[in-house]
């Protein structure tokens, strides 16, 4: 597994569509890897990355208020799990529940599935509300 | 539950929760738990998330919203008064 560092290249973006949506922040959202984005780059996903695309598909989630993904940022990931490499092709999964809320910060659990119904990653992640200037 | 009983308890608490390389008795109990201060822990708002997990885990007791966590989370001393006066 490598480690690569994230690709800030604008449109940094995974997650696709809101397959399923179980309350405020609960729900299934579809993210295609696809050979041409600039988070794959031909090969397979960092590592890091499968916390990006559960904190993009939080965020999704998150009211569907496409301002507040906007201002909406990853702060942390924890206890992250691989179970195998996803490469461009792969159509991905992502269940996302809400583990706990204080302040601006939600924390997030995630589970990452492909076609097959195999799981490809978990994890948690905190996400903080920016506030609007 | 005596406060000398739940001290050790929530000490265990802040040190598993957060994954802190620390050994539990050595947190001093008015010491503050956030920010810079000599002695503290030197714990974030990220961390508070956490606390607040935690706390409602082990003792099933919520925190409602920030202003009641900050005051909650000042010291180990303030966390235990909190729990006290929630469990009682």
């Known amino acids: ?97 809400v583990a706990g809320r204080f302040g601006d910060s939600v924390k997030f659990d995630g589970r990452i599935w492909d076609a097959s119904g195999a799981e490809v990653a978990r994890g948690s992640i905190v996400v903080r509300h920016g506030r609007a200037a | 539950m005596s406060s000398e009983d739940l001290k050790p308890r929530v000490k265990e608490l802040i040190v598993r929760q957060l994954k802190l390389d620390v050994d539990p008795a050595s947190i001093k109990d008015d010491a503050p738990l956030f920010g810079d201060a000599d002695g503290g822990l030197g714990l974030d708002s990220i961390d508070a998330l956490e606390l607040v997990l935690g706390v409602e885990k082990e003792f099933g007791i919520k925190v409602q919203d920030e202003e009641v966590g900050v005051k909650a989370f000042a010291s180990v001393d303030a966390l235990c008064d909190f729990i006290r006066a929630k469990a009682a």
């Open chain 1, 1 to 97: 597994m490598t480690f690569q560092p994230l690709p800030h290249v604008f449109p940094f973006r995974f997650a696709d569509a809101v397959v399923a949506s179980a309350g405020r922040a609960e729900g299934r959202v579809r993210a295609a890897v696809t050979a041409g984005a600039q988070a794959s780059r031909g090969g397979p996903l960092a590592a890091t990355l499968y916390g990006e695309l559960i904190a993009q598909a939080a965020l999704l989630l998150e009211g569907g208020d496409a301002d507040l993904g906007r201002r909406g940022f990853l702060a942390g990931i924890s206890d992250l799990v691989v179970g195998r490499e996803a490469v461009p092709g792969d159509v991905l999964d992502v269940d996302v529940t």
